[in-house]
């Protein structure tokens, strides 16, 4: 996998405590930047495809006027 080196700015304070990380000090900075960017754009897309769920049914109003009074015949008996 080709990789491309980039040039990032962290305050001081900042990156003193990624340089204490027992992580960093393992794998490196640019390993765990890397992972934790993976999980922030993961997370995003997932929060993307919620809010696209989300908004999608919003406006849902039940199944429309064919289906009413259907709504218990799935429901399972009592025991």
């Known amino acids: 996998m080709y990789m491309k ?6 305050d001081e304070s900042l990156l003193e405590r990624l340089d204490t990380d027992d ?3 393992k794998v490196g900075r640019s390993a765990v ?3 934790l960017v993976g999980e922030f754009l993961e997370r995003k897309r997932t929060a993307e495809i919620d809010a696209k769920y989300r908004r999608g049914y919003a406006d849902f109003d039940g199944l429309g006027p064919e289906f009413e009074g259907w709504e218990n015949m ?3 008996p009592e025991e």
């Open 23 to 25: 992580e960093v000090r």
């Open 74 to 76: 799935g429901v399972w």
């Open 5 to 10: 080196a980039i040039q990032i700015t962290f």
């Open 33 to 35: 930047l890397r992972r």
